[in-house]
């Protein structure tokens, strides 16, 4: 298998299991380290095997946003040129279920990573935030949009303008997390959690998780016609016919991904 530099990248069952490596500066995050968790990424996602991504941070933080030090000379051109995002925007293209385990910070774009995990589970003790506006910035890699439409834009006014920490407690609260955790299980009961993913119909998971994204961007009517589609369309797989003649047996389902 691959090594890299700025991540560790493991199997574990039906699981791809990503962890970013930069303990000594919080997991700040360059450019090659973005490209490597798309790499990364994409290689589960065409690897039969893997079922689910969870991805973590090593050491005391999830990510402490965007490494200050690569960007701090960068002019509005030089972002334009190479194409900053282009990696973030493949991210949010994979189609396996992302599953995030946030401790510590996860701080600008940090948090724009965590928002981008489909299920977040986090320590008691995390902190999300966008310090940008204490750096003369904003997000840039999604923050704004994706903090919005999950937490409404009362908060992500206040949060973005204050550039203030949002507790774990605040974070479950208003929706971006799904479930706080002890530190010390945090990352076996994630395990936990997207094993049991893993185990559900893959396909069914897939257009589910297609489905849900579509609803958060598109109208009404249009998410409908498009989650329709992706109903009819289960129906040509070997799982769904699996699935309710299990039901029906009264049996647990054995499902293959076909
Ligand atoms: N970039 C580079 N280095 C960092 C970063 C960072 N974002 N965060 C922490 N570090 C480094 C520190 O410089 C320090 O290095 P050294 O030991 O060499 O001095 C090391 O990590 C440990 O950090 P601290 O000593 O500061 O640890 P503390 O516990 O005292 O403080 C904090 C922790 C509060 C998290 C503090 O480190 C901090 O404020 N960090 C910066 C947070 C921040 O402003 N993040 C937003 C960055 S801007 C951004 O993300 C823009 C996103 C836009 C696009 C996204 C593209 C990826």
Not at 26 to 47: H, K
Not at 58 to 76: L, P, Q, T, V
């Amino acid at each position: 298998s691959k090594t890299y530099e700025y991540i560790e990248v493991s199997k574990q069952d039906q699981l791809g299991l990503i962890a970013l490596n930069r303990p000594k500066v919080l997991n700040a995050i360059n450019r090659p380290m973005v490209s490597e968790i798309l790499d990364a990424m994409e290689s589960f996602e065409t690897d039969i095997g893997v079922r689910a991504i969870v991805l973590s941070g090593k050491g005391r933080a999830f990510a402490a946003g965007a490494d200050i030090d690569e960007m701090a000379n960068d002019n509005a051109i030089d972002f334009e040129l190479r194409n900053q995002f282009k990696d973030w925007d493949r991210l949010a293209m994979i189609k396996k279920p992302i599953i995030g385990a946030v401790q510590g910070f996860a701080l600008g774009g940090g948090f724009e990573l965590a928002l981008c995990c489909d299920l977040l589970y986090s320590a008691d003790d995390a902190e999300f935030g966008f310090p940008e506006v204490n750096l003369g910035v904003m997000p840039g890699a999604g923050g704004t949009q994706r903090l919005t439409k999950l937490a409404g834009k009362t908060k992500a006014m206040e949060w973005l303008f204050t550039g203030k920490r949002i507790s774990a407690r605040e974070a479950l609260h208003h929706g971006i997390v799904n479930q706080l955790i002890s530190k010390e299980l945090l990352m076996e009961e994630t395990m936990k959690a997207a094993e049991q993913i893993a185990n559900q119909a893959p396909i069914s998971i897939r257009l589910i998780k297609e489905a849900i994204l579509k609803a958060v961007d598109t109208p009404l009517n249009e998410g409908m016609e498009f989650e329709r589609k992706n109903f009819y369309l289960l129906f040509s797989t070997d799982d769904q016919k699996e699935g309710m003649q299990a039901f029906i047996e009264k049996r647990k389902p054995h499902f293959k991904g076909k």
